[in-house]
């Protein structure tokens, strides 16, 4: 390109460019002043400034510059979602039960009515209603935690990793804490055990290897500078073959001979014993303390099926320790969480989680249901001229926890020209749907959709499919 036809094109766009509307001549528009009325005049501003922004650098790159109107077309038509919340309701049609991505586990009838009386209002979060005191936020999930689990005493924090990383700082800030090469371990998120230690001030080391380590290797790495062993649950993955690991029972021993303190974490945190649902065992919070950890930690929104929420139980003067710690203030939770967790183990308290809680709904589903649920929403399509139909698959848990593990499930298989088209408009309708696609089909498992969300489900689809 010669210098003359650079020159030519530059004043090209030049001049292009002084035909932009400015953001006061959109303003004027008739339709636009309508939308200041609604919508109040900074956002209509600020939308207007980007559309005629977004014009600009069209204009830039050699296109023409488009009408007034255009313009208006454009700032009316972001208009429509620019005032309304991204954070969206989904149906999960996919089978993975705790679904990271789309918010892990759904909460509970209960749970929901309580986290919705706690922000209607005020409540006594900190009040002690018998003497018209100041009282704890803690008090509220403590003794639940206390009668479920068989600890001491417990608290909430904001998530799992914040719960690691106050029990590190409060207990072990400065000195060393020892730990399986095998158990140093990546979760989703780039969370990682290490990092999280090292935020905390301690002394990271690592003993044995990645696929075996004995007690000896702690025994010898223990000296006066240690605080305590720290012990993981592999909760997202398997270590198979030639491979060892010393018990959480062990580590309490080498602990007990030492004068060490041990934490445990237990990652998602079950309080019912999956080998009940078909599923390999996962140790549950009620087995650890019992084996004598001195603190437990673990996820409230995995298997326990409640908001998200770090939950620490073990000896009351460990969890004291915690509570009055300034770290402990910056990763507390808010009324309505408290009121979510509290409801939420109040199921397991009356023995109805697998009645209330969805995750354990779920997971408790038998698969002559899930495929009766999957012919029925087959017969209702069948109509639309699109093959449907029922096949056998496999639901997951999901969520970090029980790797590997499945539950036999039914299908809605739908073979049509373009499953990820079908996938997209499903993706953006309202409400939106999530499934999955698997050998060219377009696949939807009953297990993970919510028995209220069924028609609202099958009036997606409907309209997807007839587009």
């Given at each position: ?24 001549s959109v303003l004027q528009n008739t339709e636009i002043q309508r939308s ?258 001195d603190l437990v930690c673990f996820s409230g929104d995995k298997l326990l099926?409640g908001p998200q929420a770090g939950i620490i139980v073990g000896r009351t ?151």
């Open positions: 390109m010669n210098r003359a036809t650079t020159l030519t094109i530059g004043s090209r766009v030049h001049e292009e460019l002084r035909k932009l509307p400015s953001v006061e200041i009325e609604a919508k109040g005049r900074p956002l209509v501003v600020d939308t207007i400034r980007h559309v005629v922004e977004q014009a600009r650098l069209e204009i830039e790159t050699g296109l023409p510059c488009p009408a007034l109107e255009t313009l208006v077309e454009r700032a009316l038509a972001e208009l429509e979602t620019r005032d309304r919340p991204d954070l969206l309701s989904v149906i999960n049609g996919t089978g993975v039960i705790i679904h990271t991505n789309l918010g892990r586990a759904p909460l509970s009838q209960d749970s929901r009515t309580a986290m919705d009386l706690a922000a209607r209002g005020y409540s006594n979060l900190e009040y002690d209603l018998a003497d018209g005191s100041r009282a704890s936020r803690h008090l509220h999930a403590e003794d639940l935690l206390r009668r479920i689990t068989g600890a001491g005493a417990g608290m909430l924090v904001n998530n799992n990793a914040g719960a690691i990383l106050l029990a590190l700082t409060a207990l072990a800030r400065g000195k060393e804490v020892v730990i399986s090469r095998g158990q140093l371990v990546e979760i989703g998120g780039g969370f990682r055990i290490p990092e999280v230690m090292a935020q905390s001030g301690v002394r990271l080391v690592e003993v044995g290897t990645t696929n075996r380590t004995h007690t000896r290797d702690y025994e010898s790495a223990v000296d006066e500078e240690t605080a305590l062993l720290m012990h993981v649950h592999h909760s997202n993955f398997r270590v198979l073959g030639f491979t060892q690991q010393v018990s959480l029972i062990e580590l309490v021993d080498v602990a007990a001979q030492h004068g060490l303190l041990v934490v445990e974490d237990l990652g998602s945190g079950s309080l019912l014993d999956t080998s009940s649902f078909g599923l390999s065992h996962e140790p549950t919070v009620q087995e650890a303390i019992a084996q004598g950890a099926g003067d460990l969890v004291t320790c915690l509570k009055r710690h300034p770290l402990a203030r910056a990763l507390r939770v808010d009324k309505t969480t408290i009121a979510g967790v509290q409801a939420t183990l109040l199921h397991y308290l009356r023995d109805e989680a697998t009645d209330k809680v969805p995750v354990w709904q779920m997971i408790s589903l038998g698969v002559e249901e899930v495929l009766a649920r999957a012919t029925s929403w087959a017969d209702r399509l069948s109509g639309l001229g699109v093959e449907a139909e029922v096949i056998p698959g496999l639901s997951t848990v999901g969520g970090g926890s029980l790797p590997g593990e499945t539950l036999p499930t039914g299908l809605l298989a739908l073979r049509v020209p373009s499953p990820d088209d079908l996938a997209h408009r499903l993706r953006t309708g309202e409400p939106a749907v999530v499934g999955r696609i698997e050998g060219g089909q377009f696949m939807l498992d009953p297990r993970t959709v919510l028995p209220w969300e069924e028609q609202d489900l099958l009036s997606a689809l409907e309209q997807a499919l007839q587009s």
